[in-house]
């Protein structure tokens, strides 16, 4: 996980929002608030509006990560699904995964 400074708040932004991919390899980003909950980008990006909604979310994202391997994350905000870049090992309904993972 990596911090999520004022510059990487700029480097992944376009448009003024945060990406929900990587640029390289569109792998999936995954964005943890403060109290480790799991925002999709653009609640991610919500929650760093201060000018116009005059504060800061209670709890803004803090975090991200590329998510790689997992079960689909629900963002704790909308409900959006947050689907990881290789799916999910534990579960066979797409062979998908270990065809990207051999890929990588
Ligand atoms: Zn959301």
Known sequence: MTKLTQELIKGLSSNGKLAKFTSVGCYTLL?????GDYLCADCATESHIYDEFGGLSEDPALYVSTYDEGPVLHC????????ASY??????????????????
């Not at 964005?31 to 109290?35: G, P, S």
Request: net charge negative; with cysteine; proline share 3%.
């Open 31 to 35: 964005y943890t608030t403060r109290n």
């Open 87 to 104: 799916g999910d090992p534990e579960s066979d309904v797409d062979g998908l995964a270990d065809a990207k993972a051999g890929a990588a």
């Open 76 to 83: 704790e905000n909308c409900g959006e699904s947050i689907e």
